[in-house]
C-alpha cells in the first residue's frame, strides 16, 4: 500500500499568488482530513469529508482556504491569495470510518510564502 | 483556548530507562484519546489509543494510561529505545466524532 499521497511536497511562492496543495488518500478509506502544523498553534485540523462530503469545516481560518473532494481518491486544499501567514506544513490524513479511528497521515506539504 | 495541553515541550531519557509523556484535557466530553509518533520530515503515525471506559492499555513497550476525574492522561514507553526519539501527539474525540483535537506535542529524546 502506498499511504496517503500528498503533493507537492515543497512549495515556495509569493504573497498574492494560488497554492493549490494535492492529496490521494490510502485506496478504500472513506474520510479524509486537512491538517496544518504551526509553531504557535501546533496541529489543527482544517476540514474534513466523509464519502467526499464536507462534515466540518470550521477549522479553515478564512474564506481564502476552500477545498474539495472531487472523488474517493483526490482532494485539494487551495489558498488563494496565499499570504505570509499561511506558512507551515499541512497534513492530509484519511481513514476508514467503519474500522475505527486511526488516521494515517501523509507525509505533508510545507509551505512557505514569502 | 487549548483543549489539549501537552505541558513539556521536550523530554530527555537514557536508553532502556522509562519515558513518560503527559497529556491534559479541559473538555470533560472527550471519549477516546490517541497518541502519534513523529519523525521528522514525515506525517504523524499512530501509535496507541484507549477509550475513556478504560483507565489502561497495553501494546508492547507502550501504555497508555487515563485518569478521568483528573483529566489527565500519560504514555510510558519501557524500555526506551534511540528509534523512540520522536514528537509525540496527544489526541482527543468528544461525541463519537471524528473531529481529534491535538496537543501541541512533546519531543523525546533517547540518549543512547
Known sequence: DAGVIQSPRHEVTEMGQEVTLRCKPISGHNSLFWYRQTMMRGLELLIYFNNNVPIDDSGMPEDRFSAKMPNASFSTLKIQPSEPRDSAVYFCASSLREQGYEQYFGPGTRLTVT | ?112
Not at chain 2, 530527555?12 to 490517541?34: H, K
Request: with cysteine.
Open chain 2, 1 to 112: 483556548d487549548q483543549q489539549v495541553k501537552q505541558n513539556s515541550p521536550s523530554l530527555s531519557v537514557q536508553e532502556g530507562r522509562i519515558s513518560i509523556l503527559n497529556c491534559d484535557y479541559t473538555n470533560s466530553m472527550f471519549d477516546y484519546f490517541l497518541w502519534y509518533k513523529k519523525y521528522p520530515a514525515e506525517g504523524p503515525t499512530f501509535l496507541i489509543s484507549i477509550s475513556s471506559i478504560k483507565d489502561k492499555n497495553e501494546d508492547g513497550r507502550f501504555t497508555v494510561f487515563l485518569n478521568k476525574s483528573a483529566k489527565h492522561l500519560s504514555l510510558h514507553i519501557v524500555p526506551s529505545q534511540p528509534g523512540d526519539s520522536a514528537v509525540y501527539f496527544c489526541a482527543a474525540r468528544a461525541d463519537y466524532g471524528q473531529n481529534f483535537v491535538f496537543g501541541p506535542g512533546t519531543r523525546l529524546s533517547v540518549l543512547p
